[in-house]
């Protein structure tokens, strides 16, 4: 899975970028809490919480890694999806910068060059041309919200959504990974993401309290499944950090449901952007709404 590569590649390009001390582990380096590679990369070295990097949310998310090819021709043009929640958006002008030069992927005998980068406009829901062929178009434009895509659920009319998982989605519930989720399940994971970006890279407060949750759970309760074609599939990726292959899996699939769908819309549209569940920036997690 392409995820796993590029995930590796914005690893490798921001410790190159910002460390001091390449040879030396984040964990005792007295510059993490100052660093552009922890905060984007390892934030749960800059937390005062008993976390692990697996259960820490990073504030990236990958897109669009669908493509299975595993060969590439000279000239290939790869495209990939990026997401940065909150402060972690002010490192896009430095890998846009970075990546318009050529540049070598460890010791794979082929070197990577940005053609384009676009922005998407919740808003207007068009995109605008950043970075074309080696020249900066136009810098980095106001942040998408949360608000503009709620008030964007308010033109969808309709009481049945079929949910498509594209990648693998790994999601957990109550601590033990749940290999065939129901909707509300779902829904919580949802919402988890959601408070955790939030709460670790925006304002530090839960976008749904206490009393919202249980609103939204009540409404999960009294809506009809018309179909659930999830499956489980494994996948394997190799890690340069432990030097190991690890095999990991997800479900993929179709999961539609009926009934009144109107407070659950904002939710469910900000998850297309953001995922769900665990290690969304491998790209897992990834669907998209299909309202029928």
């Given at each position: 899975?392409?995820?796993?590569?590029?995930?590796?590649?914005?690893?490798?390009?921001?410790?190159?970028?910002?460390?001091?001390?390449?040879?030396?582990?984040?964990?005792?380096?007295?510059?993490?809490?100052?660093?552009?590679?922890?905060?984007?990369?390892?934030?749960?070295?800059?937390?005062?919480?008993?976390?692990?990097?697996?259960?820490?949310?990073?504030?990236?998310?990958?897109?669009?890694?669908?493509?299975?090819?595993?060969?590439?021709?000279?000239?290939?043009?790869?495209?990939?999806?990026?997401?940065?929640?909150?402060?972690?958006?002010?490192?896009?002008?430095?890998?846009?910068?970075?990546?318009?030069?050529?540049?070598?992927?460890?010791?794979?005998?082929?070197?990577?060059?940005?053609?384009?980068?676009r922005q998407l406009?919740?808003?207007?829901?068009?995109?605008?041309?950043?970075?074309?062929?080696?020249?900066?178009?136009?810098?980095?434009?106001?942040?998408?919200?949360?608000?503009?895509?709620?008030?964007?659920?308010?033109?969808?009319?309709?009481?049945?959504?079929?949910?498509?998982?594209?990648t693998p989605t790994?999601?957990?519930?109550?601590?033990?990974?749940?290999?065939?989720?129901?909707?509300?399940?779902?829904?919580?994971?949802?919402?988890?993401?959601?408070?955790?970006?939030?709460?670790?890279?925006?304002?530090?407060?839960?976008?749904?309290?206490?009393?919202?949750?249980?609103?939204?759970?009540?409404?999960?309760?009294?809506?009809?499944?018309?179909?659930?074609?999830?499956?489980?599939?494994?996948?394997?990726?190799?890690?340069?950090?432990?030097?190991?292959?690890?095999?990991?899996?997800?479900?993929?699939?179709?999961?539609?449901?009926?009934?009144?769908?109107?407070?659950?819309?904002?939710?469910?549209?900000?998850?297309?952007?953001?995922?769900?569940?665990?290690?969304?920036?491998?790209?897992l997690g990834q669907?998209?709404?299909?309202?029928?």
């Amino acid at each position: 899975m392409k995820g796993s590569t590029w995930h590796g590649i914005l690893g490798s390009r921001m410790k190159q970028l910002f460390c001091l001390y390449p040879h030396t582990s984040c964990t005792g380096c007295s510059h993490r809490s100052a660093c552009g590679y922890v905060d984007f990369f390892e934030p749960h070295l800059q937390s005062s919480e008993e976390q692990t990097p697996s259960s820490f949310q990073k504030g990236f998310v990958l897109r669009d890694m669908t493509d299975m090819r595993k060969q590439f021709q000279p000239g290939d043009l790869l495209t990939v999806g990026l997401v940065f929640v909150g402060r972690i958006q002010k490192y896009l002008p430095l890998l846009v910068a970075d990546f318009s030069r050529p540049f070598r992927i460890g010791k794979v005998p082929f070197t990577i060059q940005l053609s384009e980068v676009r922005q998407l406009q919740f808003a207007k829901l068009s995109e605008l041309v950043l970075f074309r062929e080696g020249q900066l178009i136009l810098a980095p434009t106001s942040t998408n919200t949360v608000g503009q895509l709620w008030k964007l659920a308010e033109g969808v009319h309709s009481n049945s959504v079929q949910l498509n998982f594209l990648t693998p989605t790994r999601m957990k519930t109550a601590g033990r990974l749940n290999k065939a989720p129901n909707f509300e399940q779902i829904v919580q994971a949802l919402i988890r993401k959601l408070n955790a970006f939030a709460v670790h890279f925006g304002d530090g407060r839960d976008v749904i309290g206490a009393e919202h949750y249980q609103e939204l759970m009540k409404n999960c309760r009294s809506l009809h499944v018309v179909e659930n074609s999830l499956r489980w599939v494994d996948w394997k990726r190799y890690s340069r950090r432990s030097e190991e292959t690890m095999t990991l899996g997800g479900f993929i699939g179709t999961l539609t449901v009926s009934g009144n769908l109107k407070p659950l819309l904002p939710l469910l549209l900000l998850g297309e952007y953001l995922h769900v569940g665990k290690q969304a920036s491998f790209g897992l997690g990834q669907y998209r709404c299909q309202f029928v």
